[in-house]
Nanobody, 122 residues
Framework: VQLVESGGGLVQTGGSLRLSCVTS????????IGWFRQAPGREREFIAA?????????YAEFAKSGRFTITRDNAKNAVYLQMNGLKLEDTAVYYC???????????????WGQGIQVTVSS
C-alpha cells in the first residue's frame, strides 16, 4: 500500500504550503489519515489527523494555533495539510499515514508515505 505526498519544497518564513496525500490502494473511507513530521535530530511528531468518513479532526497542541489545517476530499482520495505562516522550525520531512483510529501516536498508523521535504528559509 502506498501513500504519496506532494506539495513540499522551499518557502520563505511567513509563507504557505499545501501538502497533499493521495492513495488508491486502501479503503480510504474506513481510515484516518494523519500528518507527521520529523526534523533533523528530532523524533517524529504528530501534527494533525482526520477521520475520512466523518471529517472529525485532531490536532497536536502546537498545531491548534491555526497555522495548520487538515482537510479531505473523499472524491479524490486526498487529504491536505494547509500550512500558513511558516517558521524556520517547521523545516522537516513531512509524512502522511493511514490508520484505523484517530490518534496521535505513530505506531497506530499502518501505512506511511515516503515523506516530503519542507524547508523554510529566512
Amino acid at each position: 500500500v502506498q501513500l504519496v505526498e506532494s506539495g513540499g519544497g522551499l518557502v520563505q518564513t511567513g509563507g504557505s504550503l499545501r501538502l497533499s496525500c493521495v492513495t488508491s490502494e486502501i479503503s480510504w473511507y474506513d481510515n484516518c489519515i494523519g500528518w507527521f513530521r520529523q526534523a533533523p535530530g528530532r523524533e517524529r511528531e504528530f501534527i494533525a489527523a482526520i477521520k475520512m468518513d466523518s471529517g472529525r479532526t485532531r490536532y497536536a497542541e502546537f498545531a491548534k494555533s491555526g497555522r495548520f489545517t487538515i482537510t479531505r476530499d473523499n472524491a479524490k482520495n486526498a487529504v491536505y495539510l494547509q500550512m500558513n505562516g511558516l517558521k524556520l522550525e517547521d523545516t522537516a520531512v513531512y509524512y502522511c499515514a493511514a490508520g484505523l483510529v484517530l490518534v496521535e501516536v505513530d505506531y497506530r498508523y499502518d501505512y506511511w508515505g515516503q515523506g516530503i521535504q519542507v524547508t523554510v528559509s529566512s
